[in-house]
C-alpha cells in the first residue's frame, strides 16, 4: 500500500516564507520584528466591549450560515455609505475572516484544470487558494516605475483570454500597496464581461487608502449581475486580526449557492463576535480616521528613513500598511532577511514570499510606533554601513 500522503496539489502548495522567517526570529528579544501585518495596538475598546457583552449575555449559539441578520444590515449600511450605491444585505456573506472569504469565492466559481489570473507580487493566499482547488495560476507582474508600483494595463489585457476563468485582483495590494487607478476599472470589467471572466477582488486594505477615503471600487462600477465577489474583512481597518471575520459581496445568484459551501466551511461566524463586528461597523469611523492618518506618517517615516540611506530603492505606497522596497546587490531575499535577524536584529517579510515578482526585495510592516520604526530604519542603516 503506498504512503498515507495528502494530494499532490497540497504538498506542492508553497510554504509562508514569512513564517519561516517569523518562526526562525520570534520570541528573540533583541530582534524588531516588522513582519506581520498588523498594528501593534489592539482592538479599539469599544469593540471589545460590545463582543465581551454578547458573551456575558449569552450569545454563543450557532447563527444563520450567512450571518446574523443585524450585521449583514450593518454591512448593506456601511457599503452603501462607502460606495455610493446601493448594495443590499441580501448580497452580503459573512465568513470567519477575509482569508476565508477568499477561499469560499475560489471554491463558489472554480473548477479543476481552470486558468486563473493574478496581479503579483501578491499575498501568498491569493495564488495558493486557486491552487488548492487544482487551478493552473499565471501571474502579471507589478512593476516600479517613478518613485510608484504600476500595472501595465495592456499586459493584463493580453492575460485575460476566453480561457480566463477568474482574475484575482487586491487593490490596495499587500505588499507593495499598488492600488487599482479608477479609470483602469472600465477596461478590466469591459473585458472580463466579454469572456464572462469572474473577478475576485481582495478589498481587505480599501479604507486604508492615502489617495483619498477609500481606494477606488470595482463595486462602484460594476452592475450586481456581473461577475464580480468582493472579499472583505474586519481585520485591517478595525484593527480585529485575531477576531477572524470578513464579508463577500456577491451577485444576487450566488448567494444561496455561497451558503451551502458556507454550512460545509464553517456553517457560521460565532455569534458574540458578529456582536463585535456590528459596533465596529456602527461606531468605527473615528478609528478608521485616525488609523488611517497614523498609518499616513509612518509611512512617510519610513520612506524618508529609507530614502535617507545610499542604494535604497523604495517606491511609496498608495494604500495598505508596508512599504516593498530593496536593498539594492542584496539578490536573495530570504537570504537577506535571515541576515538581517541574525546581523542587525531586524525582522522584515522576505519579497520572495509574496512570488517569485518579489524576489530581491523586502516588506516593511510600518503600522508600528513611530520609535518603533524608527529604531528599525536605525538597526537598517548601521547594517547598511557595514
Ligand atoms: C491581501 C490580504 N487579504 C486578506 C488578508 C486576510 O485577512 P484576514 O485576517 O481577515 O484573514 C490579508 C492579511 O494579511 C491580506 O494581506
Known amino acids: 500500500m503506498s504512503a498515507p500522503i495528502a494530494r499532490p496539489e497540497v504538498l506542492s ?37 460590545a463582543a465581551a457583552e454578547a458573551a456575558l449575555a449569552g450569545k454563543t449559539f ?6 446574523r441578520s443585524d450585521l449583514r444590515a450593518a454591512l448593506s449600511v456601511y457599503l452603501t455609505g462607502l460606495h455610493g450605491r446601493p448594495i443590499g444585505s441580501e448580497r452580503i456573506a459573512v465568513t470567519n475572516s477575509g482569508v476565508s472569504a477568499l477561499m469560499i469565492a475560489a471554491q463558489a466559481v472554480i473548477s479543476p484544470g481552470d486558468r486563473v489570473v493574478a496581479v503579483a507580487p501578491v499575498w501568498p493566499n491569493v495564488v495558493e487558494i486557486p491552487r488548492v482547488l487544482s487551478a493552473k495560476v499565471e501571474t502579471v507582474a507589478l512593476e516600479p516605475a517613478q518613485g510608484r ?24 495590494n499587500n505588499p507593495t500597496g499598488w492600488t487599482l487607478p479608477a479609470e483602469d476599472r472600465a477596461p478590466i470589467l469591459e473585458r472580463c464581461r466579454r469572456y464572462g471572466i469572474w473577478v475576485i477582488s481582495d478589498d481587505v486594505y480599501e479604507r486604508l487608502s492615502f489617495l483619498g477615503e477609500h481606494a477606488p471600487s470595482l463595486l462602484e462600477v460594476a452592475d450586481e449581475d456581473d461577475r464580480l465577489i468582493s472579499t472583505n474583512s474586519f481585520s485591517k481597518a478595525w484593527r480585529m486580526t485575531g477576531w477572524r471575520m470578513g464579508w463577500l459581496t456577491l451577485p444576487p445568484a450566488l448567494v444561496e449557492p455561497v451558503g451551502v459551501l458556507l454550512e460545509y466551511n464553517t456553517s457560521c461566524a460565532p455569534d458574540f463576535i458578529q456582536s463585535g463586528a456590528v459596533a465596529a461597523l456602527e461606531h468605527g469611523e473615528a478609528e478608521i480616521q485616525a488609523l488611517r492618518s497614523e498609518l499616513l506618517t509612518q509611512r512617510d517615516q519610513v520612506l524618508e528613513g529609507l530614502g535617507r540611506m545610499g542604494g535604497v530603492e523604495a517606491p511609496s505606497p498608495d494604500g495598505g500598511m508596508y512599504v516593498f522596497f530593496r536593498i539594492l546587490g542584496l539578490g536573495d531575499s530570504l537570504a537577506a532577511a535571515k541576515d538581517l535577524i541574525e546581523r542587525a536584529g531586524l525582522g522584515l517579510a522576505p519579497g520572495s514570499a509574496f512570488g517569485p515578482e518579489g524576489m530581491g526585495w523586502l516588506r516593511w510592516c510600518f503600522a508600528a510606533r513611530p520609535e518603533k520604526n524608527a529604531e528599525g530604519l536605525e538597526r537598517l542603516s548601521r547594517y547598511l554601513k557595514g
Open 13 to 49: 502548495l508553497r510554504r509562508s516564507e514569512i513564517r519561516i522567517l517569523a518562526n526562525a526570529g520570534m520570541g528573540r528579544s533583541d530582534v524588531l520584528p516588522f513582519w506581520f501585518g498588523e498594528s501593534d495596538l489592539p482592538t479599539p475598546m469599544f469593540i471589545r466591549e
Open 149 to 172: 508600483w504600476t500595472l501595465d494595463l495592456d499586459r493584463l489585457m493580453d492575460a485575460l483570454t476566453p480561457e480566463t476563468k477568474a482574475l484575482f485582483l487586491n487593490s490596495p
Open 62 to 67: 450557532y447563527t444563520h450560515n450567512l450571518g
